[in-house]
């Protein structure tokens, strides 16, 4: 296996598909697949997810169901493939979102060449025991040249549909380098760029070392038609995540395990989308 097989191996757990549970559908056709607005990856085992501003902020617009006022917001995880009945089998969490919290203030010590309010949520999900990634804070991290991988929903859900039908529900492993830093080379850079182009939904994808599974930058803007991808640095992400954990609005008394999530839904874990629950508004 190569090293960055290796990676997606590793990393792809932890990768998680937020979207919407409404689902827009001809009258006589069942929705092929929910819509993906963004990508997320866990950053604390007890189902902390971080994603972008933006993203959070799309979700938090959805509409609510009509009769029960449940949010459409959904995040879904895929489990480990296994063996049944002699075939392949993707299973699939699909959770609730039980709290936001969007970056709304940032300050830097001294003159910042980066995003003015970089572009990050902290995301609780209705799950504990998640497979968490890290986040690296060590200085010298961002070299110009260094290989990167990253690993999100780039197009939503337009990937996975390609033949009409569902063909493809893991998330896209992309490769590049860090093409500049900053607003110079230096230990700590303000914000980075890389060469790999940004689609819509791959914006929270978290962007990797390749010889390690770890965080080395969030991604969160592309420029149309070009392989310049915009990306806020892990050392200011960790900071944010920090922050915000500091404010201490999460909690995390009862809530479930993802095994326990899993063991409960174990006469309707293999991947279909027949076995989740969409809102379906008939289509135009």
Do not use: C
């Not at 050392?235 to 063991?263: C, S, W, Y």
Request: glycine content about 8%.
């Amino acid at each position: 296996m190569s090293a960055i097989s290796s990676i997606f191996t590793a990393v792809r757990p932890s990768i998680v598909a937020l979207g919407s549970r409404f689902a827009r559908a001809n009258p006589d056709a069942a929705p092929i697949f929910p819509d993906i607005l963004g990508t997320g990856f866990v950053v604390d085992s007890r189902g902390l997810i971080v994603t972008n501003r933006h993203v959070a902020q799309a979700l938090l617009d959805l509409p609510r169901h009509p009769e029960t006022g449940q949010s459409a917001a959904m995040a879904v995880l895929f489990d480990d493939v296994r063996q049944v009945e002699g075939q392949d089998v993707l299973g699939l969490s699909m959770l609730d979102i039980k709290h936001y919290m969007l970056l709304t203030e940032f300050t830097w010590t001294a003159e910042y060449y980066g995003d003015p309010l970089p572009d990050i949520a902290l995301l609780q999900l209705n799950a504990q025991n998640l497979p968490a990634l890290e986040l690296v804070t060590e200085p010298g991290s961002w070299e110009v040249g260094a290989q990167i991988t990253t690993l999100g929903y780039a197009m939503g859900r337009e990937a996975m549909v390609i033949y009409n039908r569902i063909n493809q529900v893991t998330p896209f492993l992309r490769s590049g380098i860090i093409s500049s830093v900053f607003p110079f080379p230096m230990s700590k850079p303000h914000g980075f760029t890389i060469d790999s182009m940004s689609q819509g939904g791959q914006s929270g994808s978290p962007i990797l070392r390749t010889d390690a599974p770890k965080v080395l930058g969030l991604l969160h803007a592309g420029f149309d038609g070009t392989n310049i991808t915009l990306a806020v640095p892990s050392h200011i992400v960790a900071a944010a995540v920090a922050k915000m954990l500091e404010l201490n609005q999460f909690h995390f008394d009862g809530v479930p395990t993802i095994q326990e999530l899993r063991t409960r839904a174990s006469g309707r874990r293999d991947f279909s989308w027949d076995k989740v629950q969409l809102w379906v508004q008939p289509g135009r």
